[in-house]
């Protein structure tokens, strides 16, 4: 069975810092999506990253996706408060394109 | 394009009532979902259809039911609403063969069980 792991799952950080949110995953995928999502509000497809090694960046946000360590991190630089959310990361099951698991979420507030 | 639209956004029930909400995307997507996500906490799906006529449990589907009579529509119904019911509800959406695609999630229904 696929889980997905998130950490950390709380994260309180200054602005102007810079830092990372790990999401684990316990078999063997090559495709992870990263979500926001706003208090109150719904999700929004951040990243989309489908080999090993791929890379996207949006502004100060960068993902990355290693599938061999099973791992793929969401880099935030110089964090502003508008970056301030609920960050999931999601998985497709191997061999089944319709069902995804998602982690927990990250819940990231950035102090002023 | 209007993606997924969700009704109502909110919605008040007395316990032991039922209600459906309703779930509609017109991007033709096969794949459907249904979460919730009770406050402060991730997603839990409750039901998903590949397809019309199509429907599959997911991982919370005590107390409800679904029905996709076309690619468009995917309502899920509460029979005898529950205060553990009490949660915000999404439906997603995916493309035709869904892999290398993130879901597309409708804007929720808030629904509270007084």
């Known amino acids: 069975e696929l889980k997905v792991e998130q950490n950390p799952l709380f994260l309180s950080m200054q602005e102007g810092k810079n830092y990372t949110i790990y999401c684990n995953y316990s078999t063997t995928s090559d495709r992870l999506y990263w979500y926001r999502q706003d208090p109150g509000k719904s999700l929004e497809s951040l990243f989309v990253l489908l080999s090993n090694g791929a890379v996207k960046q949006e502004g100060r946000l960068m993902a990355s996706l290693d599938t061999k360590a099973r791992l793929s991190t969401l880099h935030i630089t110089a964090a502003v408060h508008d970056l301030s959310a609920t960050y999931f990361c999601a998985v497709d099951i191997p061999n089944r394109d319709d069902k995804i698991i998602f982690g927990k979420g990250t819940r990231l507030h950035i102090l002023p | 394009n209007a993606g997924v639209t969700q009704t109502p956004k909110f919605r008040i029930l007395k316990i032991g009532q039922s209600m459906t909400l309703q779930c509609t995307q017109d991007?033709?997507?096969?794949?459907m979902y249904w979460y919730r996500q009770d406050p402060g906490m991730g997603l839990k799906l409750i039901y998903y259809s590949v397809g019309a006529g199509i429907t599959d449990k997911g991982e919370v589907p005590n107390g409800y039911n679904v029905s996709r009579s076309t690619t468009e529509d995917f309502p899920l119904r509460l029979e005898l609403a529950a205060p553990s019911q009490t949660s915000v509800y999404f439906c997603?959406?995916?493309?035709?063969?869904?892999?290398?695609?993130?879901?597309?999630f409708g804007d929720g229904t808030r629904l509270s069980i007084l």
């Open positions: 991007m033709n997507h096969n794949y």
């Open positions: 997603a959406s995916r493309p035709p063969g869904g892999g290398n695609q993130p879901q597309h």
